[in-house]
Nanobody, 127 residues
């Protein structure tokens, strides 16, 4: 079945950077809309960023816009999330997700539209 495996999480000080990566297998990756979500302690899962099939469209939550960058490499079946200027409130488990349907900005924020999910990677930002 489809596998999504996140990596790159860890502990970083506020103001620092991390790069998350999600490796996908057993799917035609270039036909999947990809998203990143996160879930902090005691919080609901929230949208972070999403990217269209060819990378031509990217969407971000207001809380990360200007600090995070989503990108994909269809030749390697990977989608990355570059996170800069990290804040303690960015602490969460980060998940990548895949959706075979093209989504607009509004729809991409909804976790229920994504068919496949990874297991998550922990990001902890210390103050």
């Amino acid at each position: 079945q489809v596998q999504l495996v996140e990596s790159g999480g860890g502990l970083v000080q506020a103001g620092g950077s991390l790069r998350l990566s999600c490796a996908a297998s057993r799917l035609t990756f270039s036909r999947y809309f990809m998203g990143w979500f996160r879930q902090g302690p005691g919080k609901e899962r929230e949208f972070v960023a999403a990217i269209s099939w060819n990378g031509g469209n990217t969407y971000y939550s207001d809380s990360v816009k200007g600090r995070f960058t989503i990108s994909r490499d269809n030749s390697k079946n990977t989608v990355d999330l570059q996170m800069n200027s990290l804040k303690p409130e960015d602490t969460a488990v980060y998940y990548c997700a895949a959706d075979p349907t093209y989504r607009d900005n509004f729809a991409s924020h909804n976790p229920s539209v994504y068919d496949y999910w990874g297991q998550g990677t922990q990001v902890t930002v210390s103050s």
